[in-house]
């Protein structure tokens, strides 16, 4: 990892960047027009990728055609590869002997660029922008002209992978132009490699990506995929890539990771795709963290956070008690009331079923109205929220914000419990400074 450094380069706040150059060949009516590609990283006003190709041979009928929408563009390639996508507009000039640019926008990423999946690439580098200011659990200090530079590196291990995170140079500035500016910048750069320095197939490396883009959003809270991966050879040459955009979510959100206490993810990592390489347990998650991506957003609304977290609980105790303990059929489990359901998976990884004093409005709500314990107090608030005939309707609405955060919570707990992660965490029940952390419920007493 000593080598590990972005594969792209953006200098300072640029819109757009140039992230490969290429050849292509775009279908206008059925005739081929060839010419060079620049494959644009857009990240205003939302990041994406964009392919532009010069034609410089193309008739002016032609080019006057396609920007009066009157002639179809039906197809491009990418150095021999097909990129299904649509027109999104035309540039140049359009008079004879002058260039036309046209813009495509591919209709799904990543799109694919040298290589394919057979491809054997002894390391791989991407991308990631916008994810937490963390410390790490290493750190390289480096002198230079301007005076030192800190880098800041987190091992995520896991069998024969050794992966690393690690800071830029330039992260401290793209951080203070985060919270000054707002937008989506290039903060970390992640890289990873077998243990024994052994080759592996691109295929493989994608199916690790994948792994790397739930967990590392689970642990940020908010949608994390690692960006333009490039797979590097024996011989330092790059082999396979991709090309994909950042998400970019507005806001800050709150997760169980606290960025000052690294070896949280250090830790959880392995545990986290010890689960994932269970076919039926990645099934749940990519479903369940799907769900908390959205519940966790408080600008999509808390009520509908309540119902999405709930969901997401319910499918994780489905998966825990039916199909991976066999404590219940999956007929039983269906017969459950919705809080017996929650008390299951709760009662059985060791999370506490009592409602916290972190959230004392419901917790005196529920003594008054004889709440059992926590799962009782949130599968009647979310019921007053989905059953439009529900007695109680609009009497909960002051409870909403403390059920949003305790489903939340529980969501976040019953993850790292399935995975046996027994180290702190960051609890969002609590008013907290950064690096305050606690003993997860279930190892308070080892």
Excluded at 57 to 69: R, V
Excluded at 73 to 88: E, H, K, R, S, Y
Excluded at 96 to 103: A, F, R, S, V
Excluded at 307 to 313: G, S
Aim: net charge negative; charged share 20%; hydrophobic share 40%.
């Amino acid at each position: 990892m000593d080598e590990l450094r972005p594969m792209i380069q953006i200098p300072g706040n640029q819109p757009s960047v140039c992230i490969h150059s290429g050849r292509g060949t775009v279908l206008v009516d059925n005739t081929a027009y060839e010419g060079p590609v620049n494959v644009q990283l857009e990240l205003v006003p939302k990041p994406c990728i964009r392919l532009c190709i010069c034609l410089g041979d193309i008739p002016l009928k032609s080019a006057i055609g396609i920007g009066l929408g009157q002639m179809d563009v039906n197809a491009f390639t990418l150095d021999g590869v097909d990129v299904p996508g649509f027109l999104t507009g035309t540039g140049g000039s359009c008079s004879d002997g002058e260039e036309l640019i046209l813009n495509w926008c591919p209709s799904s990423e990543p799109v694919s660029g040298i290589g394919d999946e057979t491809t054997q690439v002894s390391r791989l580098v991407c991308h990631l922008f916008n994810f937490r200011q963390v410390f790490g659990v290493q750190r390289t200090v480096e002198t230079h002209e301007k005076g030192t530079c800190a880098t800041e590196h987190i091992p995520l291990s896991w069998k024969s992978w050794r992966a690393e995170l690690r800071s830029l140079h330039s992260s401290s500035q793209a951080f203070k132009d985060i919270k000054e500016k707002g937008g989506v910048f290039l903060t970390h750069v992640l890289g990873f490699e077998k243990v024994k320095g052994e080759s592996f197939t691109a295929k493989e490396a994608d199916a690790f990506l994948l792994g790397l883009r739930f967990f590392l959003s689970f642990a940020k809270g908010s949608w994390c995929n690692p960006v333009c991966p490039v797979g590097i050879d024996c011989k330092e040459q790059s082999v396979w890539s991709q090309f994909s955009s950042p998400n970019h979510s507005l806001g800050s959100r709150s997760s169980w990771f606290d960025p000052h206490t690294p070896i949280q993810l250090a830790q959880a990592f392995p545990l986290f795709m010890e689960k994932w390489t269970d076919l039926n347990w990645q099934e749940a998650f990519r479903e369940v963290i799907y769900w908390y991506m959205n519940a966790n957003s408080s600008s999509n609304g808390i009520d509908g956070g309540i119902i999405l977290a709930q969901a997401a609980l319910e499918r994780l105790a489905f998966e825990f008690a039916v199909k991976d303990k066999r404590l219940i059929t999956a007929m039983g489990f269906k017969d459950l009331r919705a809080s017996d359901k929650l008390r299951i998976l709760f009662s059985s990884v060791g999370i506490p079923l009592d409602i916290s004093t972190a959230t004392p409005e419901t917790k005196a709500y529920a003594k008054k109205n004889n709440w059992l314990d926590a799962p009782h107090a949130l599968t009647e608030i979310r019921n007053s929220l989905m059953h439009p005939e529900h007695k109680k309707k609009g009497e909960f609405n002051s409870l909403f914000y403390e059920a949003w955060k305790l489903c939340l919570w529980y969501l976040e707990m019953s993850i790292l419990a399935i995975c046996g992660y027994s180290g702190t965490y960051g609890n969002r029940l609590k008013q907290r400074r950064v690096g305050q952390v606690e003993n997860v419920p279930w190892s308070e007493g080892e």
